[in-house]
Antibody, heavy 118, light 107 residues
């Protein structure tokens, strides 16, 4: 069965970086895209970017361009999302999600809470 | 950026009732709309893609319709496990965007 298991909660100070991992199982990792979506407390879901399953090329939301890097380790079937220059507004639950043709997501990780506080 | 607007923000309903949730796109997104259900402390769960195709394992009481800028998610007979927040998402254009959600609560 398809599973996406994310790394644990993080607490960071403003200006720091965070890297969240997402280990995939139950499908061919290199054939399917992975999206990263975040949800601030009480807010809507916000798409951050994705990594193409076939060629590994990332694409980012302009809002996060320059601050986010999405990568993957195909040997470990694991995706990563690094966000730099953290601000208090980046406090949110970060999700990875398996991408389907077109762009929607059918399986999601359990979420990783990132808290940014001085 | 395609802005997705959902209405109403909150819906108070009784079990067994029929529920209709709306989602409007600021520009046409063809049929590239998905609906998700999210319960407190959980990740979103895919219900519908392509505006009207139920995801694997989703009960038949959930149905989606629409194209262009107007979309609807209907729950034919609300069950206790359906009380949750529902989000629409467009994936016609980058960046992918979500609506603000509709909370379906017990009346």
């Amino acid at each position: 069965q398809v599973q996406l298991v994310q790394s644990g909660a993080e607490v960071k100070k403003p200006g720091a970086s965070v890297k969240v991992s997402c280990k995939a199982s139950g499908y061919i990792f290199t054939s399917i895209a992975m999206h990263w979506v975040r949800q601030a407390p009480g807010q809507r879901l916000e798409w951050m970017g994705w990594i193409n399953g076939g060629n590994g090329n990332p694409k980012y939301s302009q809002k996060f361009q320059g601050r986010v890097t999405i990568t993957r380790d195909t040997s470990a079937s694991t995706g990563y999302m690094e966000l730099r220059g953290l601000k208090s507004e980046d406090t949110a639950v970060y999700y990875c999600a398996r991408g389907r043709p077109g762009g929607h997501s059918d399986y999601w990780g359990q979420g990783t809470l990132v808290t940014v506080s001085s | 950026e395609r802005v997705m607007t959902q209405s109403p923000v909150t819906l108070s309903v009784s079990p067994g009732e029929r529920v209709t949730l709306s989602c409007r796109a600021s520009q046409s997104v063809s049929s590239n709309v998905a609906w998700y259900q999210q319960k407190p402390g959980q990740a979103p769960r895919l219900l519908i893609s392509g505006a009207s195709t139920r995801a694997t394992g989703i009960p038949a009481r959930f149905s989606g319709s629409g194209s262009g800028t107007e979309f609807t998610l209907t729950i034919s007979s609300l069950q206790s496990e359906d009380f949750a927040v529902y989000y629409c998402q467009q994936y016609n254009d980058w960046p992918l965007t979500f609506g603000g959600g509709t909370k379906v609560e017990i009346k």
